[in-house]
């Protein structure tokens, strides 16, 4: 029978009604297996993959294929958002056997868990002589198989070990702060040259196809520039501007209802792979924000406003938390609901149905937007606009009308699947990127608009926080039902949010951050190999998986550690504890050769080594407004709120510090603003 009826996982519920015997992740599938003395073989993905539904529909709602699979094997369904621990275990081993992955990520396992044989899509043909090859070898020669797993086995535990982050609990390190500004200075010039050698001048972007937004990639770079030579400044300018304008000049953004798609397939921006993540979002909305507050073009503050109210009108659930992802696929098709044909689009726009417009105005948004009757994409057009669009030959406010009928008009196809869970680290996530964007567009609507959304999401941060301060904290919540327990990500993710949310002056728990990193240190740190894991530590032989530790590297998103380290960061800074800075300064010397080999692979974590060099620290009373220039970014600073002095009450007062002084004290006066600035800039010249 197959076992996952019941599941809250959109993913699990997506296969309970296969004929094969599925199981879910858990500890009855492995007794099954020693029990029937039989191989196990893990699916894993997720709600929103398009190729995890095309292997469906072919082969696992196939009773031929699932009456062999369940004749020779016990089968197990995983979603990796449920269990990324299991996913990036078992991608390690598929990443050993055959050099690639990708999902559906299927791997064929012992029942103790050791990984042998592994593959992506297949055909129901060639997955069916695969299953009956396997099945036969077990019977005939079980040895090869068991030979086999634990040739993976030590190749993913010396992988792991080689990129697990290191994290010896009681070192310093005797590194100054001149010493740590040159090592940050190389490591931003290695970003740069790896980037501009990389960087498409043509299309933008840092990869070739498929390409990938790399938010914190393109964050990062946005530090680096500022150490650059004026020649190579401009460099680095033109390279973002264009990477950052033509993701959403492109088919990657959703021109209608605002959202990113997950990257882009071709070179050119053009054909994105449809399915919406909110780790997307979160990464993206924080690089706009940060290149809105670098370089004040409207463009990007633009951008932000649309993104948030993307995620207001889509994500948002009425527990206050964000959803996880929108599917690609829409009635069993890619892509379905996003592309139109040239005469939808003419017909939608002139009916005399609601708004209507000219057959030149429907020529016209058709031209911008390069709709036209032979397709650009399959059987449809996916909205893009050309690089050198001119806003200024089109009449902006009609196409915006325009694009709100289309918008109207798509509402009524069939939507794609809707993945309403809600994962802990993600919505940490979003709330601290929400919270970089109100402060780094201050001045502009998209501010208020992420304040507006961060106050919605208020009932679910407190769940949150007090679920944390209990040990009950889960890694998915399901309409407000929590499920499964919290991982490492999770822990650090919901800490930089509450941080973040504190420096803005929303939330007041400030006991809670230090409680939940001693948590962290007590529940994810392995003392036998000295490195941090993704699940809670416990000893071999009870552990989930065989192995189990974190790699120190940013993925799509960002890895724990570098998380981590931007959290351990802060507190020191607001403690203005130098022998906490120089246990981070530790942590990052542990990771010093893999930076200098490829930062990129570490660049969330370049992003957070701004705070130890150019951290500011201000000491403000509760009534006190942070001046409103110049700005930092939010990344750059510590904000700590204190109750003033009874002699001191009717002044605000701030005091702007770095990690050993304090430089200015004052209440409100007309030289403020110069001394703030005075203030700044003589924290930064000592960094």
């Known amino acids: 029978m197959n076992h996952l009826r019941g599941q809250k996982s959109l993913y699990l519920k997506q296969h309970a009604n296969n004929p094969v015997h599925w199981f879910p992740w858990g500890e009855d599938a492995f007794k099954e297996a020693q029990k029937q003395n039989k191989p196990l073989m893990v699916s894993i993905g997720y709600s929103t993959c398009h190729w995890c539904h095309v292997m469906e529909r072919e082969s696992f709602e196939n009773n031929q294929v699932a009456e062999i699979m369940n004749e020779s094997f016990i089968c197990i369904k995983v979603d990796r958002e449920e269990h990324p621990e299991v996913d990036k275990y078992y991608m390690d081993a598929m990443l050993a056997i055959s050099g690639h992955g990708g999902w559906p990520l299927n791997v064929f396992i012992l029942p103790d868990k050791k990984a042998f044989f592994s593959f992506t899509y297949l055909s129901s043909a060639n997955f069916s002589k695969l299953l009956i090859n396997i099945a036969d070898v077990w019977a005939a020669n079980p040895e090869e198989i068991l030979s086999q797993a634990q040739l993976v086995t030590e ?8 990129g697990g982050g290191a994290w010896d609990r009681g070192a310093t390190i005797n590194l100054n702060k001149d010493s740590f500004a040159q090592q940050k200075q190389n490591m931003d010039l290695k970003l740069r040259e790896i980037m501009l050698q990389n960087f498409d001048p043509v299309y933008g972007g840092f990869t070739q196809a498929p390409k ?13 520039r500022k150490t650059s030579e004026s020649a190579e400044v401009e460099k680095v300018d033109d390279a973002i501007e264009l990477t950052l304008k033509a993701m959403v000049y492109g088919g990657m953004w959703d021109h209608l209802d605002g959202g990113f798609h997950r990257y882009s397939t071709d070179a050119q921006w053009l054909v994105p792979h449809f399915e919406k993540m909110l780790y997307d979002q979160a990464l993206l909305l924080r690089t706009y924000s940060e290149a809105y507050l670098e370089y004040k073009d409207e463009f990007y503050a ?33 892509g379905k609901f996003f592309v139109w044909s040239k005469e939808e689009v003419l017909e939608c726009l002139t009916s005399k149905n609601g708004h209507s417009f000219s057959e030149a105005e429907a020529e016209e948004f058709s031209k911008l937007y390069n709709i036209t009757k032979t397709p650009n994409w399959e059987e449809g057009n996916i909205l893009h606009l050309s690089l050198d669009t001119n806003w200024g030959e089109v009449r902006r406010s009609k196409i915006i009308e325009m694009k709100s009928k289309l918008s109207q008009q798509r509402a009524k196809r069939v939507w794609p699947a809707r993945d309403a869970k809600a994962i802990v680290a993600w919505n940490g996530q979003m709330l ?90 007590k529940k994810f740190w392995n003392p036998v190999e000295n490195k941090l894991c993704n699940s809670a530590y416990e000893p071999k032989d009870e552990r989930a998986i065989p192995l189990d530790l974190v790699s120190s590297e940013d993925g799509a998103t960002p890895s724990a550690v570098s998380i981590l380290l931007g959290c351990l960061a802060r507190q020191a800074l607001r403690a203005q ?50 001046p409103a220039a110049p700005r930092l970014r939010l990344s750059q600073m510590q ?35 110069s001394a703030w600035a005075k203030a700044l800039e003589k924290i930064i010249s000592r960094a």
Request: proline fraction near 3%.
């Open 212 to 224: 990938f937004p790399r938010s914190h990639a393109v964050s990062a770079l946005l530090r680096a």
């Open 639 to 673: 904000v700590v709120r204190r109750v003033a002095s009874p002699s001191l009450q009717a002044t605000p007062v701030i005091e702007c510090c770095d990690w050993q002084s304090c430089f200015y004290a004052s209440g409100e006066c007309e030289e403020f603003k």
């Open 432 to 521: 601290s990127a929400l919270a970089q964007a109100a402060w780094n567009l201050a001045g502009h609507s998209a501010s208020s608009l992420a304040t507006d959304l961060i106050a919605k999401c208020l009932p679910f941060i407190n769940r949150m926080i007090a679920d944390s301060g209990e040990n009950k904290l889960a890694r998915v919540y399901y309409d407000g039902e929590a499920h499964g327990a919290a991982l490492l990500e999770d822990y650090v993710a919901l800490i930089e949010a509450i941080q973040n949310l504190q420096m803005m002056g929303i939330l007041k728990s400030d006991p809670t951050v230090d409680e939940l990193l001693d948590l962290v240190e």
């Open 155 to 162: 190749h993913v535990h010396k992988a792991s070990k080689l």
């Open 302 to 334: 633009d951008v932000c406003s649309d993104l948030i109210k993307y995620l207001h009108d889509n994500h948002l659930n009425s527990d206050g938390s964000l959803a996880a992802a929108f599917d690609a696929d829409s009635e069993g098709v890619e």
């Open 577 to 626: 504890d130098i022998e906490k800075q120089q246990k981070v300064l530790g942590l990052m010397e542990s990771f010093r050769q893999t930076f200098e080999k490829n930062p990129l692979i570490m660049s969330y974590m370049m992003c957070e080594l701004e705070l130890m060099g150019r951290g500011v620290l201000l000491k403000m009373s509760d009534d006190a407004q942070i």
